[in-house]
């Protein structure tokens, strides 16, 4: 019943975790619920929604390792309709922790699958840059993708590779997999290499790519350091006037199937 | 008798690459052999410094996983003094092929000890956003360790597993692994985050901190689609400039050492 949505590039630093945890408070502002997973070591999900890392008790590692439920994992944040599973440096040892078992891939869609507790109306997952373990296992769980891609020429390098993969788990463990959507991240009007980058996606992608583009601007940048989305640290920012269109965007592509 | 530089941070989009790339066109300027190993699947160094695809032959999996020498995978750049040893998405599903053979990680290090061919002054790895396999095989196999921090608050985060893993390294398989410094890039005279972080790393690293910061500049992400260096794309840019400091001081710490 939820809409289970991963956010996932393996090129680095391209609004993966900004998008997921400004859309996920947008969704959570027009009354919906919301569980953000933070499916990356790095924790800057967490972070950016101002859990700090003493209160992280049972993370995402717990759910895939030791099977703690997301109801037992999920913590509320100050955001009401927000709660997030958190990320501990831990999770970087998983591929190590759960070595060949043969059910490693499908440890979070059973963790999500089995667990009634939350009703929520929207998942949402943060992956970390890389196509591996927690990657696969947030692409085998989600049934839609959102792939951030910055406006940038060494971006578009791995974006064939990347939806190659996301095929490729379509068409074996998830034939319910669909993208969503490419969202264009830190378009900078000034400098016509965005632009370019914009056009060259648009003409190889078409209807693929989101309308919603986002801008960059330094706002997004410094609301972590505060321990707030940018949609709340500044709501009049350019920034996050995306993100909100950008959830409506969402909204209407998702309400309507 | 090589210098062997690991350029690294698990964090995504922090400057690994184009630092890989201009550091070692800098170096190549100044009349030192060098060689460039890309060991990101994503394959950006390769294509930072004009090699296309379809010239990458015998790549770094072929190094690592059928012990192809390093002077068999070495290709000559349209830069005299440069060679480079390419990457294609082949090396992606490293960790799978690699599998749990005792010596996985040792690997690049062999093959970098066992290669008398080359007599580069300087080796350069650009590694992935992961503390993974092809990261741990740069680690054992380096001397030195660059570190690219990016003046943002979610960079922070992740730099003192980093260092902690550098450490761990050091103390098991490869105790000549010295930090060669922590390299603030993207910094942005424009906002004041930028300021806060880079004040924030150097009181607590202080030393560590390199000298030379490379400031944000356009025509540093522009240089890659003409598939060139920076430093030659346009050699009077700030980011450039930046970076031939970057090599007159990594000159001076290896070279008197
Ligand atoms: N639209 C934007 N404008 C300006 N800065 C942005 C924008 N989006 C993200 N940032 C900043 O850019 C950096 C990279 O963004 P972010 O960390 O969200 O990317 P990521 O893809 O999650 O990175 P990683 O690959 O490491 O997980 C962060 O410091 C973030 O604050
Ligand atoms: N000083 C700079 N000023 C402006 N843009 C920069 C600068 N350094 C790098 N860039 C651009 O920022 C993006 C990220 O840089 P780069 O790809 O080198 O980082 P990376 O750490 O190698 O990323 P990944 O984690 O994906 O390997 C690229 O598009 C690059 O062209
Ligand atoms: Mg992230
Ligand atoms: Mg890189």
Chains 1, 2 share one sequence.
Do not use: W
């Not at 945890?21 to 969704?27: D, R």
């Not at 049972?58 to 109801?71: C, F, G, P, Q, R």
């Not at 000034?190 to 078409?206: K, P, T, W, Y």
Request: include cysteine; glycine fraction near 8%.
């Amino acid at each position: 019943r939820s809409v289970k949505i991963a956010i996932t590039n393996q090129k680095g630093g391209v609004g993966k975790t900004t998008t997921a945890i400004n859309l996920a408070t947008s969704l959570a502002g027009r009354g919906k619920k919301v569980l953000m997973i933070d499916a990356d070591p790095q924790g800057n999900a967490s972070t950016g929604v101002g859990i700090g890392r003493a209160d992280r008790e049972i993370s995402v590692h717990d759910v895939l390792l030791s099977d703690a439920t997301l109801t037992a994992a999920a913590m509320s944040t100050s955001l009401a309709n927000l709660s997030v599973v958190s990320a501990k440096p831990d999770l970087s040892s998983i591929d190590i922790d759960l070595g060949s078992q043969r059910d490693r891939f499908l440890r979070l869609k059973r963790a999500i699958d089995s667990d009634s507790g939350g009703d929520y109306d929207y998942i949402l997952i943060d992956c970390p840059p890389s196509l591996n373990l927690l990657t696969v296992n947030a692409l085998t769980a989600a049934d839609q993708v959102i792939v951030p891609l910055q406006c940038e020429f060494f971006a578009l390098e791995g974006l064939s590779q990347l939806l190659g993969s996301i095929r490729e788990i379509r068409n074996s463990v998830n034939p319910d997999l669909k993208i969503l959507g490419v969202l264009l991240t830190m378009f900078d009007t000034r400098n016509r290499l965005s632009d370019q980058v914009a056009q060259d996606v648009r003409a190889n992608l078409g209807a693929l790519v989101l309308k919603t583009v986002i801008p960059r601007n330094v706002r997004l940048s410094e609301a972590p350091s505060h321990g707030l989305p940018g949609v709340i640290y500044d709501p009049r920012s350019s920034g996050s006037i995306a993100y909100q269109k950008l959830a409506d965007e969402v909204l209407h592509s998702t309400q309507t199937r």
